[in-house]
């Protein structure tokens, strides 16, 4: 495609009317790909906890310990899967930084209720007796 150069005696320089998108495309599917790499990364695996439902129920103010028990009988303290056997410990060690912490148990409306009822023992074993259990109000 041929176009005109204008001389310099002539007025007709024009103006370039067109956006060159290009380089707005790969700035914007740069970002894209940053954001797919890391995004995986910024999500904590966490445990899926059906929890049951209830037509009463207060929601705590006290700084909590989130505990989470699944119906497979698996216990995560914060988000960290632990054993039965570390409950003890994880939680006194909370206790140090946290003293007036209550612990907020989630257990799946189909977990065993043995389950439960040893992590609670664990927790009052601790020393922590402030406990609630969560549950979703209908």
């Known amino acids: 495609m041929a176009s005109?150069?204008?001389s310099s005696d002539s007025d007709d320089f024009s103006s370039i009317s067109e956006i060159n998108?290009?380089?707005?495309v790969d700035v914007v599917l740069v970002l894209?790909?940053?954001?797919?790499?890391?995004a995986p990364m910024l999500v904590r695996?966490?445990?899926?906890?059906?929890?049951?439902k209830a037509q009463t129920g207060e929601k705590s103010a006290t700084e909590s310990l989130s505990i989470n028990i699944s119906k497979d009988g698996n216990i995560q303290i914060l988000g960290k899967p632990i054993l039965v056997d570390q409950v003890i410990p994880?939680?006194?060690?909370?206790l140090i930084k946290n003293p007036n912490a209550q612990a907020v148990i989630s257990a799946?409306?189909?977990?065993r209720h043995g389950d439960v009822v040893r992590v609670i023992d664990e927790i009052k074993k601790a020393?922590?007796?402030?406990?609630?259990i969560q549950i979703e109000k209908n």
């Open 4 to 6: 005109k150069i204008p």
């Open 21 to 24: 998108v290009t380089p707005f």
């Open 32 to 38: 894209l790909v940053i954001f797919m790499v890391t």
């Open 45 to 52: 695996e966490q445990m899926s906890v059906n929890l049951p």
């Open 90 to 94: 994880e939680i006194k060690a909370y």
């Open 108 to 111: 799946d409306k189909d977990s």
């Open 127 to 132: 020393g922590l007796n402030r406990f609630a």
